[in-house]
């Protein structure tokens, strides 16, 4: 039995698009296959603390130095996230286009299961992902449109961001389904959110664990 990790982060509730679309997104990977366990962590409610002197502490090596009783309850919070997201095979994340970046809540998530030791490691080569062998689908969402242009591609940090992050965690399937220029009007989002089904089905219905390469819309 395969495991899928649901993951939203949008703020806006049951306004959101990408919360819309990473429960097709989940409802259609099930569709194909059908024996996958689902787990869901909603950011937005269950928000981890921002990185600070006290949730480093999974940085400090086993008996370098005494945990205070805050960094054992945050080194808590870190390993419960970064041993739900190894033990999925599937990962979808719904992540909007927040100021050109992501939520801080994703980012939170983030920094708390980008591990050395656990999802990474630096060798005499440089850096390696411990983190491979997944399949992470994305629910992209944006006002505007940044995909069709040098000046737009240069101004988002949002996928880009997480091909990059996930690419370093040793992750190369990595899938997006995209909905843009959802504020630029009913039509506008209407074929956005056309294109996002038809991504939708080519990226739940396809073989697990394929380069993006070759699922690219």
């Not at 097709?24 to 990185?51: F, G, K, M, N």
């Not at 998530?109 to 062998?133: C, H, N, S």
């Not at 006002?143 to 370093?168: I, P, R």
């Amino acid at each position: 039995m395969s495991k899928l990790l649901h993951i939203d982060s949008s703020i806006l509730g049951g306004n959101s698009v990408s919360r819309q679309l990473t429960a097709q997104i989940v409802a259609s990977w099930r569709a194909a296959h059908p024996a996958t366990e689902v787990s869901y962590l909603d950011l937005a409610v269950d928000t981890p603390s921002h990185l600070s002197a006290e949730s480093l502490g999974f940085r400090v090596a086993p008996g370098a130095a005494e945990l205070t009783d805050m960094q054992k309850r945050e080194n808590a919070i870190s390993e419960a996230l970064v041993s739900q997201f190894l033990a999925a095979d599937v990962v979808v994340i719904g992540a909007p286009l927040y100021n050109f970046s992501i939520p801080t809540q994703l980012k939170a998530w983030i920094d708390r299961v980008a591990q050395v030791g656990r999802t990474f490691k630096y060798t005499e080569k440089g850096p390696m992902g411990l983190a491979g062998g997944k399949t992470v689908i994305v629910a992209s969402t944006r006002g505007g449109v940044y995909s069709t242009s040098d000046a737009g591609n240069a101004m988002e940090h949002q996928e880009s961001f997480l091909k990059t992050v996930f690419g370093f965690l040793g992750v190369t399937d990595v899938r997006f389904v995209r909905a843009e220029g959802l504020a630029m009007g009913e039509a506008a989002k209407a074929a956005a959110l056309a294109a996002a089904q038809a991504d939708t089905v080519a990226h739940t219905q396809s073989a697990a664990n394929q380069p993006e390469a070759a699922l690219a819309a």
